[in-house]
């Protein structure tokens, strides 16, 4: 077995292992390592050092024979060519021996763990399915959202027609998309006029759905969803306060305060700064 020294790729420090093995631990930092070779050189290296290789063959031994009768000299020059040759063989032997162990490469070993870390948090959050753009929702995803949103508003202004004087019916404004590190939120903003004492009162709200994803081209998502809260003065006017005033009013109520921890889209007619 042939001992192959490299430097570790981590620390720098020796790195010792046989030419057979398949990986190999660093004494000093403690990281493992997988060993790669150039598989266009033969890993048999037992026919580099075999002696055998360089024994006479009995054709050298007859023609040594027949110069046994002559003086010493030839027959010394004889043998010092032959002892040159089989030493230019060992010595190319050993050449080509250090070549491949150069050639033997170490490659750190990741773990699942370790490859996980490397992936940034969007990355992570596209293979989950998560929608991080409004290209991640197709036209039939767009409508199955608003469909639900207007069945949400208007179930519950039915359940509080008692308060309004009269209504009209809500039109879509826009939307918002705030994309964090660990998920998403959609905001779905329509609009209404309510008629109070004979005046036009506008009023923005939304439905908010946490976490909407696609995954197979199929929307994903809670689609209960969750109506703002908005309140409703009556001043001893008349004049009444409904909801948000505008666009604007609902972003700076409801959206700037998300701004420090999510990435923030829109579309459509919503307020953009």
């Given at each position: 077995m042939?001992?192959?020294?490299?430097?570790?790729?981590?620390?720098?420090?020796a790195l010792k292992f046989n030419f057979e093995d398949k990986e190999t631990t660093c004494e000093f930092c403690g990281r493992s390592f997988e060993i790669e070779r150039d598989q266009s050189i033969s890993n048999d290296n037992d026919e580099i050092f075999n002696a055998d290789n360089y024994a006479l063959t009995e054709?050298?031994?007859?023609?040594?024979?027949?110069?046994?009768?002559?003086?010493?000299?030839p027959i010394a020059i004889f043998a010092i060519a032959v002892i040159a040759m089989v030493t230019i063989g060992i010595v190319s032997s050993r050449r080509s021996f250090n070549k491949q162990s150069e050639e033997v490469e170490v490659e750190e070993k990741v773990t699942p763990q370790e490859e996980e870390k490397q992936k940034t948090p969007e990355?992570?959050?596209?293979?989950?399915?998560?929608?991080?753009?409004?290209?991640?929702?197709k036209d039939n995803h767009l409508k199955d959202i608003h469909d639900n949103t207007l069945s949400i508003l208007n179930k519950?202004?039915?359940?509080?027609?008692?308060?309004?004087y009269s209504h009209g019916s809500f039109s879509y404004v826009g939307m918002y998309l705030l994309t964090t590190t660990s998920g998403n939120t959609l905001y779905?903003?329509?609009k209404m006029n309510f008629k109070i004492k004979g005046k036009t009162v506008p009023y923005f709200t939304a439905v908010k759905y946490n976490d909407a994803k696609v995954k197979d081209g199929k929307l994903i998502m809670d689609m209960d969803g969750d109506m703002l809260?908005?309140?409703?003065?009556?001043?001893?006017?008349?004049?009444?306060?409904?909801g948000y005033e505008s666009a604007k009013d609902f972003y700076n109520k409801v959206i700037r305060g998300s701004l420090e921890s999510a990435k923030l889209q829109s579309v459509g007619g919503v307020y953009k700064e």
């Open positions: 042939r001992l192959v020294e490299k430097k570790c790729p981590n620390c720098g420090g054709e050298q031994k007859k023609v040594l024979g027949a110069f046994a009768g002559f003086t010493f000299v990355e992570i959050l596209k293979e989950q399915g998560y929608v991080l753009s409004f290209e991640d929702l519950y202004v039915k359940g509080h027609s008692t308060w309004f779905d903003v329509y809260p908005f309140s409703m003065t009556m001043e001893s006017s008349g004049n009444a306060t409904l």
